[in-house]
């Protein structure tokens, strides 16, 4: 019912800038906290950003002062930019929402995943 779609991953220098997109389509009546987590490989996969419907952003102390959340409510995207890229931020990238549709209280929705490789 709900589809979450992420776009913008790819391979860059350390130092460089990428962004990340992520589209929710479907029977969405509203979206509540949206989140971007990674997986490296070998490793969990970790919460690190998060932005609330009213816009309140929260971050791991890695990435802080170098990546922003952000969102867009009118187009039900989440964005995520990251500058000052570095080797160990290496690694898929999903997107992350709290959905509730005309037929279902809230639930948690992921995106298919994209990979950023950090190397020169």
């Known amino acids: 019912q709900v589809q979450l779609v992420e776009s913008g991953g790819g391979l860059v220098q350390p130092g460089g800038s990428l962004r990340l997109s992520c589209a929710a389509s479907g029977s969405i009546v509203i979206i509540y906290r949206m989140a971007w987590y990674r997986q490296a490989p070998g490793k969990q996969r970790e919460l690190f950003a998060t932005v609330t419907s009213g816009g309140a952003t929260n971050y791991v102390d890695s990435v802080k002062g170098r990546f922003t959340i952000s969102r867009d409510n009118a187009k039900n995207t989440v964005y995520l930019q990251m500058n000052s890229l570095k080797p160990e931020d290496t690694a898929v990238y999903y997107c992350?929402?709290?959905?509730?549709?005309?037929?279902?209280?809230?639930?948690?929705?992921w995106g298919q995943g994209t990979q950023v490789t950090v190397s020169s």
């Open positions: 992350n929402a709290a959905v509730a549709t005309m037929s279902r209280p809230p639930n948690d929705y």
